[in-house]
């Protein structure tokens, strides 16, 4: 079982950027990575994902301002986030995803937006 950890998080004012990433135990080459976020009060939503073959997708609000990236050497995962906005302030998590085989999700890390 594949166990994951973010890092990168912290405390930046709008508009600066920060480096998400998500460590894992053991390989992640087959898997579907993807980064969800929960703000205070909401839901936890999808974010960012990119598959094992490499196709990135992105919800609408932060298309143009983060990247997902993988190391399947390193078997490490990015988020890549810039012109941060106060909205986009919630605990980021990490998922790891393989159909009838695997599930496995990260502690999170905080990000918070604010001036």
């Known amino acids: 079982q594949v166990q994951l950890v973010e890092s990168g998080g912290g405390l930046v004012q709008p508009g600066g950027s920060l480096r998400l990433s998500c460590a894992a135990s053991?390989?992640?080459?087959?898997?579907?990575m993807g980064w969800y976020r929960q703000a205070p009060g909401k839901q936890r939503e999808l974010v960012a994902s990119?598959?094992?073959?490499?196709?990135?997708n992105y919800i609408d609000s932060v298309k143009g301002r983060f990247t997902i990236s993988r190391d399947n050497v390193k078997n490490t995962v990015f988020l890549q986030m810039n012109s941060l906005k106060p909205e986009d302030t919630a605990v980021y998590y990490c998922?790891?995803?393989?159909?009838?085989?695997?599930?496995?999700w990260g502690q999170g890390t905080l990000v918070t937006v604010s001036s």
């Open positions: 053991g390989s992640i080459r087959l898997a579907n």
């Open positions: 998922n790891a995803k393989i159909i009838r085989a695997l599930d496995a």
């Open positions: 990119i598959t094992s073959g490499g196709t990135t």
